[in-house]
């Protein structure tokens, strides 16, 4: 089973801030198959970044994705208040066929 | 803009199964993998299964030996069953779209309300 693991738990920012999130894979990931969620209190998960680094459509420019290999980051350039959420990563691949990480949640202050 | 909406009971008791059905509305069922995707309480998010339109189906192994899921092509429908249901299970299950960037990447890209199911004597 690949592993990711999130860091930080939790970032708390203040708005206009940048966010850095960080996904590392147990084993070496295809960038291909390496997407970003976003999940706001109470809603579903919404995709915003696929094949590691290209949006998802509606997503707004200030979410950037990064990273191949084990490594991978999830870029906030300027907070705002609605990006209050927690996100995960996920890959493709391996069995179980689609895993998830633990989640980082971005407070903003 | 397809649309998928799920249903099915909220409340079981131990030993029961789960059973939730999904509809997709407004856009393509075919030429797509749809899954089943749970959240425990506070917690994150767990992959299930997979089924194409053909009937073909890929499960989590962890829950394998308890998982059905079916296609029903003339109504734009796939279920989800889970057998002999415990605590643990108490979760929001949520119904996805598979999507297949074309070698770009694989993802998840529409997601169901979530139903939330209790597991409960």
């Known amino acids: 089973e690949i592993v990711l693991t999130q860091s930080p738990g939790t970032l708390s920012l203040s708005p206009g801030e940048r966010a850095t999130l960080s996904c590392r894979a147990s084993?070496?990931?295809?960038?291909?198959?390496l997407a970003w969620y976003q999940q706001r209190p109470g809603q579903a998960p919404r995709l915003l970044i696929y094949?590691?680094?290209s949006r998802a459509t509606g997503i707004p420019d200030r979410f950037s994705g990064s990273g191949s290999g084990t490594d991978f980051t999830l870029i906030i350039s300027r907070l705002e208040p609605e990006d209050s959420a927690v996100y995960y990563c996920q890959q493709y691949g391996g069995s179980p066929l689609w895993t998830f990480g633990q989640g980082t949640k971005v407070e903003i202050k | 803009q397809v649309q998928v909406q799920q249903w099915g009971a909220g409340l079981l008791k131990p030993s029961e199964t789960l059973s939730l059905t999904c509809g997709v509305y407004g856009g393509s069922f075919s030429g797509y993998y749809w899954s089943w995707i749970r959240q425990p309480p506070g917690k994150g998010l767990e992959w299930i299964g997979e089924i194409h339109l053909s009937g073909d189906t890929t499960y989590n192994p962890s829950l394998k030996s308890r998982v059905t899921m079916s296609v029903d092509t003339s109504k734009n429908q796939f279920s989800l069953k889970l057998s002999s249901v415990t605590a643990a299970d108490t979760a929001v299950y949520y119904c996805v779209r598979n999507v297949d960037y074309g070698g770009s990447g694989f993802a998840f890209d529409v997601w169901g309300q979530g139903t939330m199911v209790t597991v409960s004597s």
């Open positions: 094949g590691a680094s």
């Open positions: 084993q070496s990931v295809s960038s291909s198959y």
